[in-house]
């Protein structure tokens, strides 16, 4: 079945409820993972008021980092399997597609946000824009109705 699972990650709710569906199919396939964070790239971008942005962008990725590797030691202590991470910079649709193409990855994981309204028109739906990018399957963990984002842990 999947031997090579790729994992979305930043540490909302709802991407640590993929991670656990994630990761509970890898210990059931004995899949090797790949926990990928990504820095989008409006965070390297000028800002005004004199804000030093290296300073910035310094501390999002120590920041990330941080989650990333709370989320590698998660899946390994829970599930036992091997598992690795890295940190993309720039768009998370070309990084999840160039890491799952580098990695080998037969299974994608993400996780989704249920938007309303504006929301819906104007933020980029990172699913959507995968399904024809990417070179493997893609599971998309979805909450439930009754979701709630403060119980999720």
């Known amino acids: 079945m999947y031997k090579r699972i790729l994992m979305a990650y ?3 709710p709802e991407y ?3 991670l656990r569906q994630g990761s509970e199919l890898a210990e059931i396939t004995n899949a090797e ?4 964070a990504v820095i989008r790239s409006s965070a390297a971008m000028p800002m005004a008021g004199g804000v030093n942005t290296s300073e910035v962008v310094s501390e999002e990725h120590s920041e990330v ?7 590698v030691d998660r899946i ?3 599930r036992h399997v091997e598992c690795t991470g890295s940190i993309g910079y ?4 070309d990084e999840i ?3 799952a193409r580098d990695f080998n990855a037969d299974l994608v994981v993400i996780g989704t946000r249920k938007l309303g309204g504006l929301d819906r028109w104007w933020r980029k739906r990172i699913g959507k824009n995968l399904i ?9 963990a979805i909450p439930p109705e009754d979701f709630e984002p403060e119980n999720e842990k």
């Open 132 to 140: 024809d990018r990417l070179p493997c399957s893609l599971l998309i």
């Open 97 to 99: 597609e160039n890491t």
């Open 10 to 12: 930043d540490g909302s």
């Open 90 to 93: 720039g768009d998370p649709v």
């Open 33 to 36: 993972v790949h926990l990928l």
């Open 16 to 18: 640590r409820r993929a």
């Open 76 to 78: 390994r202590e829970r």
């Open 65 to 71: 980092k941080l989650l990333l590797e709370e989320g």
